[in-house]
């Protein structure tokens, strides 16, 4: 572990991570891209004057002395995922026009760029895919992301071909009265861990104040939390679709449609009443009924109203084996 003091008396303010970009390169016995630099800031191994930063952007002052502790074997080393290679192709896409695209995500591959920059992801994907339809192009074209679905979350995704949409578009999922505009429906199949145990057809809703309760250091969790702690209302409505004993285990096939969208939402929502969605291990779920072991949630449709032509639209993903 490595400590480094950079005295910047006869410096200017500046970004920190403009300052290390610029610095540790004498240092290390290796390049250091700008996203191993991000991923060492955040990762709390900066300190400026005595204190801790976290923020890349954080602005130093003249005469401040950074300090890093580097474990370059960490820094180093690109951690193994398990994505998949995946290549955009028009049987992925569910409907597109000049102005949105919607696509048929898989699992195990993110939808946006991660901190290991050589890490795939579905954005860069489609920005190939319109590239490839559009050679002529002088730079990439424009792909403008508008909502998220975790990794190992397949089915329907929204994204916009032109900027001139983004202001409908972030409008339509933006909320109004604690509801979004657009209409999100996700089939998830849960155990029944404990509680009131549901049947074919029951309906129910929760409610709660939710946020991040797990620390920064450890994978993201969230759960209940109280408004006066940061907490954000979320609410969430559900209808059992179907019901089946497999292995002794009584599964449930849910329907679940979010109002509000905060992180996790349907998994926590259905953890905290006794109904952990299988391969969901973060939150109680019991082992996926699928050989690859992903989280048993799926996007399976989105309606709105189109940002331009305003018809009425709601566009489906085909359910995966095993979600019914």
């Given amino acids: 572990m490595a400590v480094m003091n950079f005295d910047l008396k006869n410096g200017v303010r500046k ?67 398990n994505d998949i290679e995946f290549e955009l192709e028009e049987k992925n896409i569910l409907f597109e026009d000049e102005y949105i695209i919607l696509i048929d995500k898989p699992a195990f591959f993110p939808v946006e760029k991660t901190f290991l920059e050589s890490r795939d992801n579905l954005h860069d994907a489609l920005v190939r895919y319109l590239w ?23 089915g329907v995704i929204l994204f916009t ?15 109004y009265n604690n509801e979004r505009r657009v209409s999100k429906v996700y089939r998830a199949v849960c155990s029944q861990r404990s509680g009131g145990i ?33 907490g954000v209302f979320s609410h969430t409505d559900f209808f ?48 996926s009924l699928l050989p690859d072991g992903r989280i048993m949630l799926h996007s399976l449709s989105l309606s709105f109203t189109h940002p331009v032509s305003k018809k009425e639209m709601t566009v489906s993903s085909v359910l995966p084996d095993g979600f019914f």
């Fill in 15 to 81: 970004r920190l991570d403009m300052i290390l970009r610029e610095k540790l390169p004498e240092f290390m016995c290796a390049p250091l891209s700008n996203g191993k630099i991000r991923r060492l800031i955040v990762a709390g191994g900066v300190s400026v004057d005595g204190k801790i930063v976290r923020s890349p952007s954080f602005s130093v002052c003249a005469g401040a002395v950074i300090k890093i502790r580097v474990d370059e074997e960490k820094l180093f080393f690109e951690k193994k995922t």
């Fill in 240 to 287: 059992i679709k179907d019901e089946k004993n497999v292995g002794g285990k009584n599964l449930l096939y849910i329907e679940a449609r979010p109002a509000t969208g905060r992180t996790h939402q349907i998994r926590v929502h259905l953890s905290d009443i006794g109904l952990p969605i299988m391969g969901d291990s973060l939150y109680g779920g019991a082992p």
């Fill in 132 to 154: 490839k339809k559009n050679p002529h192009l002088l730079n990439p074209p424009y792909a403008g992301i508008m909502h998220r679905l975790d990794r190992e979350t397949s």
């Fill in 198 to 230: 549901k049947h074919i057809g029951d309906k129910f809703s929760v409610e709660m104040f939710m946020g991040r309760i797990s620390s920064k250091t450890k994978a993201g969790k969230w759960g209940r939390l109280s408004e006066s702690d940061g």
């Fill in 161 to 175: 071909k032109q900027r001139s949409v983004n202001a409908a578009v972030h409008e339509m999922f933006d909320f």
